[in-house]
Every structure is written in structure tokens, then in C-alpha cells.
């Protein structure tokens, strides 16, 4: 739980759009509330026979990243601003994690009984990572699906910094 605080802390020391702050946090690290989060995530949409990590592959915590609409009702691109600061600072303490944009929010407000003052925005999984990512040029196809070899390897696909770099 204390590195899931130090990480909210760089989401909260990262910018955002009028100074307002309009997130919140919950964490978990415990068990039972990890599985009740899980059960509303949907994971890797490329890979369409999957269904996320199999017990005991799963991810050892979850942020669920809210905006709190007494504060501001949009929240512009904070959530991500706050997203990227806590996996660039995950990955520097050697976690993996995964923004779930994807998520069954009625279902997961349900479950753990979230206000309705809350959007829920993403969810966060964080965990050791038990794949080896490789990052690779797109093809001259195009095609940005990522995909697994048969070591399980995760192949990612990212266009060239001269193509998206407009002179």
C-alpha cells in the first residue's frame, strides 16, 4: 500500500487542467478486493480469445482513478496525465501495469460500492510483469495489432518517430 501511495503521489504532484484536482484514488493490494475489481476489466482487445491473466498471473494491485463531479464535471486529459506519471514511476520501481479504459463501471460501482458523486474513469493493474514486451516498427501493412510468438513474447507495434513527426 505504500508504494500504491507514492504513486498517486506523482499523479497528484503531475499536472492538470486549471490547477483543479479533481481526482481520487482507491487502491487495493488485498486479495478478495482485487478479484472483485478483476471481474469488471476487459483486457487486450487484439487478443480475442483472451480473457486477462489466469489465476495467480494476475495483477497484485489495482487503482481505480475516479473524478469527483463536486469538484469539476469534465476532467479533460488529467486522468491521463495522472495514469502515465504512475506507470512511468511503476515502471522505474519494476512493475508492469495496464490502463483499462475498458471497464464494466456500473458493475465495479456496485461492487464496491462507489459513490455516484465519482465518474469512474480507468482502472490501473499493476503487478510484475510476467511477459517480455518487444517494441517493433509497423509493417508496411500498417497494422498495429499487437500479438504474442509462441515464446509468449508481446510484440508491440509503434509507427516511426518520422511519421508522426509532421515537418
Known amino acids: 500500500m505504500d508504494l500504491l501511495r507514492e504513486l498517486v503521489n506523482l499523479a497528484r504532484l503531475s ?11 482507491i487502491l487495493s493490494c488485498d486479495p478478495q478486493k482485487n478479484a472483485a475489481i478483476f471481474q469488471h476489466l476487459s483486457w487486450a482487445s487484439h487478443y480475442k480469445d483472451w480473457q486477462g491473466p489466469d489465476e495467480g498471473e ?3 494491485a489495482h ?37 483499462h479504459i475498458s471497464v464494466h463501471r456500473e458493475g465495479l460501482r456496485k461492487s464496491l460500492e462507489i459513490s455516484p458523486r465519482y465518474e469512474i474513469l480507468f482502472v490501473l493493474s499493476l503487478g510484475k510483469p510476467k511477459e ?14 499487437y500479438w504474442r510468438d509462441s515464446e509468449m513474447v ?14
Not at 517480455?132 to 495489432?145: C, L, N, R
Open 15 to 25: 499536472a492538470c487542467g486549471g490547477n483543479w484536482q479533481p481526482l481520487k484514488y
Open 132 to 145: 517480455k514486451v518487444v517494441i517493433e516498427a509497423v509493417g508496411d501493412d500498417g497494422d498495429i495489432k
Open 154 to 167: 508481446h510484440h508491440l507495434p509503434k509507427r516511426s518517430l518520422e511519421e508522426i513527426i509532421l515537418e
Open 58 to 60: 494476475r495483477p497484485s
Open 63 to 99: 487503482m481505480i482513478i475516479l473524478g469527483d463531479t463536486e469538484i469539476r464535471q469534465k476532467f479533460l486529459c488529467d486522468h491521463g496525465i495522472a495514469a502515465q506519471s504512475i506507470l512511468l514511476g511503476a515502471t522505474e520501481k519494476g512493475l508492469g501495469g495496464c490502463i
